[in-house]
């Protein structure tokens, strides 16, 4: 469903399973709504975009950070301090100390 909501609303969307889909040639490789597995030009040519990231529960922090900061790498922008957050086991949940 992560997919399907943007693509409802009528936003650009990208369903990815690792940050090696991001190149450094623009271009993302990434699933349809369909199904269907495409390559296509990731970010337009502006100065500025707006852009919004979420990844399921089982996706980890690492794998969302490296997509990050290939965006960055792409927008030539400095991707801020990679923040390391402790997580302990509570109630079978993992919570952020």
């Known amino acids: 469903h992560l997919l399907e909501i943007p693509h409802n ?3 650009r969307a ?3 399973n690792r940050p090696e ?10 699933r349809t709504i369909t199904g269907e597995i495409v ?10 975009i707006e852009m919004g990231v ?3 529960a089982s996706t980890p922090d ?5 997509s990050l900061e290939r965006i960055f790498m792409l927008k030539a922008v ?15 949940l993992m919570e952020p100390l």
């Open 54 to 56: 979420t990844s399921g």
């Open 39 to 48: 390559t296509e030009t990731f970010l337009p040519d502006l100065p500025e």
């Open 14 to 16: 990208f369903h990815i």
């Open 78 to 92: 400095t991707p801020p301090a990679r923040k390391r957050v402790p997580y302990e086991m509570v109630n079978g």
């Open 21 to 30: 889909c991001i190149t450094a040639d623009n271009t993302i490789t990434h």
């Open 62 to 66: 690492a794998a969302v950070q490296d």
């Open 9 to 11: 609303a009528g936003l």
